[in-house]
Each structure stands twice: as structure tokens, then as C-alpha cells.
């Protein structure tokens, strides 16, 4: 099914080639995620690792700048994941979740390679799992991007997150620390 969907998104990215740039672009990507969490609310101070799967991803970038060596603009930025929890003497339960970011970047073109562009960005972030909210927290990161066309990239990224999580039962909260590494297809508008 993923496949499939990276394939629609390629075709319909194929359908902007030659539209004039207007400093917006969207990306889709599939988001590897390694949580640890500071369980005191089980009675438990040590870090626990949370057993998370990525499902999809995205991006929206609107660009402030076009020159030569850098960039810089303003970003929406989502993830939806699914966590498995084994209880005992039951299967395992899924929780989806959904992770959003605004951020800050910048992108550093290099002269000899023109295609690549080394991204940095930090900025807020705050979701949702299982009717539990989290405070809102920070991310920051970086990676690389390589322009296939003018219209039409590839990424990868890592980014560390960090926000506590409050629970329903007595309204405590738990810092939570993600590790995101994405891999995924932008498209400029």
C-alpha cells in the first residue's frame, strides 16, 4: 500500500513540472521513530522504550528567500504513528498518534554539488495519542535534500523531539523523547 502511495504522489508531482516556483512545497515521508519515555507514572523513573511504528508523513514549506548559497522559510510538519502495547494475557493494542511541528529552517546550497542542500530546522511541537495531549515541546534537526528536477526532490532527515506527555488518570506528565528519521519525496509548488 505504501508503495503505491509514493508512486500517486510521483505522478501527481509529475503534474506541477513547469509550473512557476512560488516558494511553497510539500513533502510526503515515511517516518522511522524510536521513543523513550520517563515512566514515573507506573512507578517506574528509568527511561522505557516505546515500541512505535511510522505510517506517513508531511511537510508544508513556504520559502522566504532564493539565493544563491542559502535559504530560509517556515514549516508545518506532521507524522502519524501507530504504538503496540502487549498487556498481559492480551494482544497487542495499537494507539495511533499524530506529531506536528512548526518550524524554522534554513537550507545551504553546496557550489560543487548544485542538486544537494544541507537542511537545518528547529522550532514547537505538540501531539496527540490515545485522547492524551502533550505540552508543547521543542524539535530540531537537520539533514540533506537531493533535487531529482526543479520541481521534484528527495529528502532524508533526523530531528529530536521532546514534550511531556499528560495523563487522563491523575494529570501528571511524563517527558517523552523521539529520535525521527524520515525518508521521503518533496514536490515545490
Known amino acids: 500500500m505504501r508503495n503505491y502511495l509514493f508512486l500517486f504522489i510521483f505522478i501527481i508531482g509529475i503534474q506541477f513540472k513547469g509550473v512557476a516556483q512560488s516558494g511553497l512545497s510539500f513533502e510526503m ?18 527511561l522505557v522504550n516505546r515500541n512505535n511504528e511510522g505510517v506517513l508523513g508531511g511537510n508544508f514549506q513556504y520559502q522566504f ?31 495511533f ?20 542542500q544541507a537542511i537545518v530546522s528547529g522550532g514547537f511541537t505538540t501531539y496527540k495519542k490515545g485522547g492524551q495531549k502533550s505540552n ?20 532524508t532527515t533526523y530531528h529530536y ?17 523521539h529520535h525521527i528519521i524520515r525518508f521521503g519525496l518533496g514536490f515545490r509548488l
Do not use: C, W
Open 29 to 46: 515521508h515515511y517516518p522511522l521513530i524510536f521513543t523513550y519515555q520517563n515512566d514515573s507514572f507506573n512507578g517506574n523513573d528509568a
Open 65 to 95: 528567500s532564493d539565493n544563491v548559497e542559502y535559504n530560509y522559510g517556515i514549516s508545518y510538519q506532521f507524522e502519524t504513528f501507530q504504538e503496540a502495547r502487549i498487556t498481559q494475557n492480551t494482544n497487542a493494542k495499537k494507539t
Open 97 to 116: 498518534f499524530l506529531m506536528s511541528h512548526i518550524n524554522l529552517f534554513g537550507k545551504i546550497l553546496f557550489i560543487d554539488v548544485p542538486k544537494l
Open 136 to 155: 508543547l515541546g521543542y524539535n530540531f534537526g537537520g539533514g540533506f535534500q537531493y533535487d531529482i528536477f526543479n520541481e521534484i526532490y528527495f529528502l
Open 161 to 177: 523531539a521532546q514534550a511531556k506527555l499528560k495523563h487522563n488518570v491523575d494529570y501528571s506528565s511524563d517527558p517523552e523523547y
